[in-house]
């Protein structure tokens, strides 16, 4: 076991006060930088759906506690299953393609010294799109739930674009960034999205919802409009358009998907 993680009374026995919790599959890429920013946590708990690259074999020597899931069942399900081999009083949710800064990593710790009840914390993330830190696009501020008390809460069971059900909750912003390396290469870029597209369509099919192919092409418009235009992604230039492109391409692939599987 690394030597960096024997000062953290959770990693060598005894009690546990905050959990990192991360879900995986194939993020061999990714996972080394996101590990070796949380060197401040008690415990690091890794759900794995089916990984045959070295993903496990990362989490394991560093030190993490690593589990595996039959089938996947959605993010917000898998998720809710991650939480349960958790054993930390507060839980700090990080994906495979983030990396904790330093700034947030001491707001990490200060927040979890509060012991009001019923307050969940929101990091912000920046995000990187092929090289570019993305400051337009309703990229930025991107303020996500991410840490809160395992007794409290838990996320959703949406299959997709899934949120910490907090309802009620005292939401406070944690000072630093959470960066988001979104984009590793342009074809795992691609399968990432058509995934997410197919399990929002998924999601949306078992709920009786249809679209038609006419809806998926004005929404892909929509996509590209609000991205671009409203939401001034011209000011990141070639980036930006890129990213709208990219978006207008998200968009149409969710409603054509929830076309066809509307027409079985």
Request: with cysteine; charged share 25%; glycine share 8%.
């Amino acid at each position: 076991m690394p030597d960096r993680y024997q000062r953290y009374p959770g990693i060598g026995g005894g009690a546990v006060r905050l959990s990192a919790v991360i879900i995986t599959k194939n993020v061999a890429q990714d996972l080394p930088q996101c590990l070796a920013s949380l060197d401040f946590v008690d415990e690091i708990v890794v759900l794995d759906s089916g990984s045959s690259d070295q993903t496990l074999a990362l989490a394991e020597a560093a030190g993490a506690k690593v589990f595996q899931s039959q089938g996947w069942p959605g993010f917000g399900p898998q998720r809710q299953l991650a939480q349960q081999h958790a054993q930390g009083e507060w839980l700090f949710w990080i994906d495979a393609d983030e990396v904790v800064t330093p700034e947030l990593k001491a707001a990490i710790l200060a927040a979890i010294e509060d012991s009001t009840p019923g307050v969940v914390y929101r990091a912000n993330r920046l995000s990187d799109f092929f090289g570019r830190f993305i400051k337009t696009s309703g990229w930025y501020p991107d303020r996500i739930v991410r840490l809160y008390r395992r007794s409290e809460y838990r996320y959703d069971d949406a299959l997709v674009h899934e949120k910490v059900a907090c309802q009620g909750a005292k939401v406070k912003d944690l000072p630093g960034h959470l960066l988001h390396y979104t984009t590793g290469d342009f074809t795992s870029y691609l399968q990432k999205s058509v995934r997410y597209a197919n399990d929002w369509a998924e999601g949306k099919a078992k709920r009786g919802k249809k679209a038609g192919l006419l809806s998926a092409c004005l929404h892909g418009l929509a996509a590209f409009l609000r991205k671009f235009v409203l939401q001034r992604g011209f000011l990141d230039g070639k980036h930006g358009f890129l990213l709208a492109m990219f978006t207008a391409h998200y968009a149409f692939n969710k409603y054509a998907a929830l076309w066809i599987k509307s027409r079985r």
